[in-house]
């Protein structure tokens, strides 16, 4: 027998009360802001959740999340999007190579910031490419995340070796001069990225909802991350990229994300529009 459908919507409204008074609990037990994400993404993740932690309702969710000290970590890798591969969008790879490497060879030192980094994927993959066109030796490259459990996972390096197939692939794709082979030491059915790579990265805790810069960079990768957030909070994000960059500094967007609808639109130009690539304007 199906449900009645006013007793649906009454349903559907409970779960949009409680998801709200969860988001805010969290942020004020754990300073953890999920306030301005897509609220459709963070139901379906809370939806998981609730199977996950067996609770039959999100008010139980929070009551477990307010009193048992073991159960917010946990409840970050559904709050969070955990998903990359190295090289991942191989173009956009391959138009960092193209258009952005040449401008970077001309500073004498490079900062750049991956900023929702996750698991590393991405950090690596940049630090592969520097490697091949001469820069990493100058280049310290910032890698943030709200996420603690990824950010170790990231700082480790260590990656299933079933992935590698695709990582080569894609690494290949995105014009690489090396074979991949040759950044990693595989063992025991993994993977360990490079330590020479990891010594010019720094792993840190840095959120886009609350944080502020930390640095000036010259280039800013943010990819597949403002998906999630709803427009203020994207508008915030991108302001703190604004603020990092230097004069015509660069930003790397995911493939589904874009400036276009942005209130900071009109600060920079579409360098490659096909992957996401912009350029900070260069004002006084």
Known sequence: MSEDPAAQQQRKKTFDIEQHLLVEAIYRRYHYDFRGYAQASLK????????????????QLQHLVLHDPEVFPAMLEYLTVQVSEMFRDPTYFRALRETVVPVLRTYPSLKI????????EEVYSLAILLR????????LIYATDINANALQKA????????????????????GG????????????????LDK?????????????ATDSVFAEVQLVSCRNVLIYFDRDLQDRALGLFRDALCRKGFLGLGSKESLR???????????????????????A
């Open 44 to 59: 379906r993740r809370l939806q998981t959740a609730l199977t996950r932690f067996h609770c039959r309702t999100v008010s």
């Open 113 to 120: 910031w991956v900023a929702g980094c996750s698991t590393g």
């Open 132 to 139: 091949e066109e001469g820069l990493l030796e100058r280049t």
């Open 155 to 174: 700082e480790a390096g260590i990656y299933a070796i079933e992935r590698v197939p695709a990582f080569t692939e894609n690494h290949a794709r995105s």
């Open 177 to 192: 001069r090396t074979s991949l082979s040759e950044h990693y030491t595989a063992a025991y059915g993994r993977v360990v």
């Open 196 to 208: 020479s790579l990891r010594k010019h990265i720094v792993f840190s805790d840095h959120s886009l």
């Open 261 to 283: 609808f942005s209130s900071h639109a009109g600060e920079f130009e579409e360098l490659v529009p096909q992957d996401r690539l912009y350029q900070k304007k260069g004002g």
